[in-house]
């Protein structure tokens, strides 16, 4: 490529398509970066509060004395409402004798589909502990 400098001199640049070639790899990397987290981001922050709204969930439980099948079936309504698949196989309760205390233990997934056919299944677990005095 022939460029002309500031004196009006004929400079021949060989490494111009060299430049060319890493902008346009660091575009791409910023653009595959930028696709990915616009996909995973959002599935962890609400992973985030679909936790505290199990903790919520556990301490209500506590207080108004609800069975296992009410509880099982609250935190499958909340996983579904949160875009998370929970088996009722899949939840956990614990109570302590004596106390009025409720543990949570609730494996939950979801699936995420990307381009090419790609599906990635996240997997998490979460365990909450509810108190009479939350």
């Known amino acids: 490529m022939t460029l002309r400098n500031l004196e009006g001199n004929t400079v021949v640049s060989k490494e111009c398509g060299k430049i060319r070639i890493g902008y346009l790899v660091l575009v791409l990397f910023i653009a595959v970066f930028g696709y990915l987290s616009y996909r995973i981001v959002p599935v962890y922050t609400q992973q ?5 709204d199990l903790l919520d969930l556990a301490g209500t439980a506590t207080r108004k004395g609800w069975d296992n099948g009410e509880i099982v079936n609250r935190v499958r309504k909340l996983g579904k409402t949160r875009g998370f698949q ?3 196989r899949d939840i956990r309760i614990h109570r302590v004798r004596g106390q009025a205390e409720i543990t949570l233990d609730v494996n939950y997934s979801r699936s995420e589909e990307f381009p090419g ?3 990635h299944v996240f997997s998490f677990s979460s365990s909450s502990e509810g108190t009479y005095f939350f």
């Open 48 to 52: 985030d509060a679909f936790d505290q």
């Open 86 to 88: 929970v088996r009722a």
């Open 117 to 119: 056919g790609y599906v």
